[in-house]
């Protein structure tokens, strides 16, 4: 059942909501019980806040009350800073002497109201500030990306034009909150849809074991993650049995084609589809189904409502070839929160500079080859480390890779490799750099090699490929 929202400017186009569940417990909040809850709150914040419009924290996340406090403060037009739940003290801190809120959520029943809060400008309406996400810099200058009404509107309107409706009527999401994928693109775009919305956040390794039973027990029909995700789960947990899941998105990551097919099998579809976004761009610009494309290593597919080019060694955009990937969507960024030098160095006229390295062809369809930030140079021979780490995981020995550039007095960068093996196996770097040898060209082989018991992930469930850098050769 859906009921009607609180009326804002910017659900005009989403009058209904859905259902919210806890899948671990099975506790619900109807689609009623949610539009009274996020009333209240409304009026809770009213009462709290300096003035209208507030700019909110919420340090908490993961549940039926985040999306509450969540849909309350864009109920009174304010902004909304969703935070990691695993910060430290400190980097509260840190975001809170940045941001300068009016008001603090540090849990699901909390208000903290803050005294010398920054008064908002006036109001511009569908562009003022939503939501900010931070990617970066809770111990430093933050880097918070801004959203507008306006980009969060277009995004969860294309969701619910390229996800079929009937997919999307149960979403489970197991993504934290405070992260685009999860949020806007696993949650808000159902929830807001109208359709029933299950939270698992944060699976553990342990719980894994079940993932195939909650998916049968909720009649899961649609979920979305990262490829260190199906990793795990694929080990952990036998396939569903109640054939439910229609479809399934995987993002954020480079997402290998034998993962891809793995994940086909397991879940009994093969609707399973390589999604391409980012936080500033809200989350899914594009994507290829195994139901229209063949798995192939850093296949994106075709744009979601948008436009893709890359930017030419020559400086050109073009619309086909190869270069630094490009994207114009109206899910946009408004800009970096209070960083103007990074909001200027991320555009190219009306065009975002994703720093991926991908290309387009003459059907329009991208792949993606590398990162130009991770771009290690050995002697003027440029190797992309995404590449190495799709081939490492190929190997029947290995679980995961991670390849870096290790400084060297001669070459400038030599490559250097981190895996984690399969339990039971015992690679070696002779035999490990044999293999390798047979398969990508001679500059491309790692000459420095570390063996983990796991890779850091950030808390996006990214591979940090910095952090392990650091790590092996610190070590070294």
Same mark, same amino acid.
């Given at each position: 059942?859906?009921?009607?929202?609180?009326?804002?400017?910017?659900?005009?186009?989403?009058?209904?909501?859905?259902?919210?569940?806890?899948?671990?417990?099975?506790?619900?909040?109807?689609?009623?019980?949610?539009?009274?809850?996020?009333?209240?709150?409304?009026?809770?914040?009213?009462?709290?806040?300096?003035?209208?419009?507030?700019?909110? +924290?919420? $340090?908490? !996340? &993961? =549940? @039926?009350?985040?999306?509450?406090?969540? #849909?309350? +403060?864009? $109920?009174? !037009? &304010? =902004? @909304?800073?969703?935070?990691?739940?695993? #910060?430290?003290?400190?980097?509260?801190?840190?975001?809170?002497?940045?941001?300068?809120?009016? #008001?603090?959520?540090?849990?699901?029943?909390?208000?903290?109201?803050?005294?010398?809060?920054?008064?908002p400008p006036p109001s511009r309406g569908e562009d003022d500030p939503a939501l900010v996400l931070f990617t970066s810099g809770t111990t430093g200058e933050p880097k918070g990306v801004v959203h507008s009404y306006r980009s969060l509107q277009a995004r969860v309107?294309?969701?619910?034009?390229?996800?079929?409706?009937?997919?999307?009527?149960?979403?489970?999401?197991?993504?934290?909150?405070?992260?685009?994928?999860?949020?806007?693109?696993?949650?808000?775009?159902?929830?807001?849809?109208?359709?029933?919305?299950?939270?698992?956040?944060?699976?553990?390794?342990?719980?894994?074991?079940?993932?195939?039973?909650?998916?049968?027990?909720?009649?899961?029909?649609?979920?979305?993650?990262?490829?260190?995700?199906?990793?795990?789960?694929?080990?952990?947990?036998?396939?569903?049995?109640?054939?439910?899941?229609?479809?399934?998105?995987?993002?954020?990551?480079?997402?290998?084609?034998?993962?891809?097919?793995?994940?086909?099998?397991?879940?009994?579809?093969?609707?399973?589809?390589?999604?391409?976004?980012?936080?500033?761009?809200?989350?899914?610009?594009?994507?290829?189904?195994?139901?229209?494309?063949?798995?192939?290593?850093?296949?994106?597919?075709?744009?979601?409502?948008?436009?893709?080019?890359?930017?030419?060694?020559?400086?050109?955009?073009?619309?086909?070839?190869?270069?630094?990937?490009?994207?114009?969507?109206?899910?946009?960024?408004?800009?970096?929160?209070?960083?103007?030098?990074?909001?200027?160095?991320?555009?190219?006229?009306?065009?975002?500079?994703?720093?991926?390295?991908?290309?387009?062809?003459?059907?329009?369809?991208?792949?993606?080859?590398?990162?130009?930030?991770?771009?290690?140079?050995?002697?003027?021979?440029?190797?992309?480390?995404?590449?190495?780490?799709?081939?490492?995981?190929?190997?029947?020995?290995?679980?995961?890779?991670?390849?870096?550039?290790?400084?060297?007095?001669?070459?400038?960068?030599?490559?250097?490799?981190?895996?984690?093996?399969?339990?039971?196996?015992?690679?070696?770097?002779?035999?490990?750099?044999?293999?390798?040898?047979?398969?990508?060209?001679?500059?491309?082989?790692?000459?420095?090699?570390?063996?983990?018991?796991?890779?850091?992930?950030?808390?996006?469930?990214?591979?940090?490929?910095?952090?392990?850098?650091?790590?092996?050769?610190?070590?070294?």
């Amino acid at each position: 059942m859906t009921t009607k929202v609180i009326p804002t400017a910017m659900w005009r186009e989403f009058p209904n909501i859905g259902s919210i569940t806890d899948a671990r417990s099975g506790a619900s909040w109807s689609a009623d019980r949610l539009a009274q809850e996020i009333a209240a709150r409304q009026e809770a914040f009213a009462k709290a806040a300096p003035h209208p419009r507030p700019r909110v +924290v919420i $340090a908490h !996340g &993961g =549940t @039926a009350e985040f999306f509450r406090d969540l #849909l309350a +403060v864009w $109920a009174l !037009g &304010g =902004t @909304a800073y969703c935070l990691n739940t695993g #910060l430290t003290a400190a980097e509260i801190e840190n975001i809170k002497a940045f941001v300068r809120p009016d #008001l603090i959520l540090a849990g699901t029943d909390d208000i903290l109201a803050i005294s010398g809060a920054i008064a908002p400008p006036p109001s511009r309406g569908e562009d003022d500030p939503a939501l900010v996400l931070f990617t970066s810099g809770t111990t430093g200058e933050p880097k918070g990306v801004v959203h507008s009404y306006r980009s969060l509107q277009a995004r969860v309107a294309l969701n619910l034009t390229y996800i079929p409706s009937a997919s999307l009527r149960r979403s489970l999401c197991v993504l934290p909150t405070h992260f685009g994928h999860g949020l806007i693109g696993n949650c808000l775009s159902p929830l807001l849809g109208g359709h029933d919305l299950y939270l698992a956040c944060g699976l553990g390794p342990m719980e894994l074991k079940g993932f195939s039973a909650m998916i049968d027990a909720h009649k899961i029909s649609f979920m979305s993650s990262v490829p260190s995700f199906w990793k795990l789960a694929l080990r952990m947990s036998t396939p569903p049995s109640g054939g439910t899941l229609s479809r399934i998105h995987i993002g954020s990551a480079p997402l290998a084609a034998k993962l891809w097919r793995k994940v086909m099998a397991w879940s009994g579809t093969n609707d399973v589809v390589n999604t391409f976004g980012i936080t500033e761009t809200a989350n899914w610009v594009g994507g290829a189904s195994a139901k229209d494309f063949t798995p192939e290593d850093g296949l994106i597919g075709m744009p979601w409502g948008g436009d893709m080019a890359v930017l030419n060694d020559t400086g050109e955009i073009m619309t086909t070839g190869e270069g630094e990937l490009l994207v114009r969507t109206p899910s946009l960024m408004s800009g970096y929160d209070q960083r103007p030098d990074l909001t200027e160095a991320a555009f190219l006229n009306d065009w975002f500079r994703t720093g991926d390295v991908g290309r387009i062809d003459a059907s329009g369809c991208a792949r993606l080859t590398g990162r130009i930030k991770h771009e290690i140079n050995r002697a003027g021979m440029k190797i992309h480390p995404e590449d190495l780490d799709l081939l490492f995981e190929t190997h029947p020995d290995v679980m995961e890779a991670c390849a870096f550039g290790v400084p060297d007095e001669i070459a400038g960068e030599i490559v250097g490799i981190a895996l984690v093996l399969k339990p039971g196996t015992e690679g070696t770097p002779t035999l490990l750099r044999k293999w390798c040898a047979e398969r990508v060209r001679r500059e491309a082989v790692p000459e420095k090699w570390f063996f983990l018991d796991e890779l850091p992930k950030n808390e996006r469930g990214k591979l940090d490929r910095m952090k392990v850098q650091h790590s092996c050769l610190a070590g070294s």
